[in-house]
């Protein structure tokens, strides 16, 4: 059992109106297990690249193969509480590197673990995460637009990608934390 919980609000940047969830997780997870609870907790399917960026600090899986690459911290070694230690810390975790998916990550609280409440846990939010491989900020924008749009000559391709329909206000709390509940950190070695 955690002996504390950071309580952290994420925030999907450059969509309006936001995108955002608060929730509950175990003070020391490593970013690596933090990943896939964010993953989850906003709505992604998860299996692409990602990274965090924290004081200046670039927190990621080694990446052996890229000698370009800036320097990083492996992030399966960074804990939440030691990279985020207060209140009002902040960092930024970008998903999907290719589509450009940033979030900003805040510290509201710092507290003791509750024995009677099983973590990470979702405590609100607000609207729908994007589908997955849209396009980032731009791409989803255009996809709402289609959407909107019955008579649209894309709306029938675009409703079947999607597997027959989107809302992009639905959201549930309940819902979201059993989704990061199981979430499992994604494993770059393994061969989908």
Same mark, same amino acid.
């Given at each position: @059992? ?15 109106? !936001? ?40 927190? %990621?899986? !080694?990446?052996?193969?890229? #000698?370009? /690459? ?6 399966r070694k ?12 902040? @960092? ?18 710092? +507290? ?9 846990? $979702?405590? #609100?939010?607000?609207?729908? $995460?994007?589908?997955?491989? $849209? ?17 649209? !000559? +894309?709306?029938? *391709?675009?409703? *079947? ?7 992009p206000e ?7 934390? %059993?989704? @990061? /509940? ?11």
């Amino acid at each position: @059992m955690a002996a504390t919980v950071h309580r952290l609000k994420i925030t999907l940047r450059s969509i309006r109106p !936001p995108i955002w969830r608060r929730v509950e997780v175990d003070s020391t997870l490593t970013l690596y297990e933090l990943s896939a609870v964010l993953e989850a907790a906003i709505g992604w399917l998860g299996g692409h690249l990602h990274a965090y960026e924290a004081d200046g600090i670039t927190y %990621e899986l !080694p990446d052996e193969d890229s #000698s370009f /690459r800036r320097p990083t911290v492996d992030e399966r070694k960074a804990r939440l509480n030691k990279v985020l230690p207060h209140v009002g810390a902040k @960092m930024r975790f970008d998903y999907d590197v290719g589509d450009g998916w940033s979030h900003d990550i805040i510290v509201e609280a710092v +507290e003791p673990a509750h024995a009677d409440i099983d973590y990470p846990q $979702c405590l #609100s939010g607000k609207r729908a $995460c994007p589908p997955d491989d $849209c396009g980032g900020p731009w791409g989803y924008s255009e996809l709402l637009d289609i959407l909107a749009n019955p008579k649209h !000559p +894309e709306y029938a *391709e675009r409703l *079947e990608w999607l597997g027959g329909s989107y809302n992009p206000e639905a959201f549930d709390a309940n819902e979201t934390t %059993e989704t @990061m /509940r199981g979430a499992e950190p994604w494993d770059p070695e393994f061969d989908y």
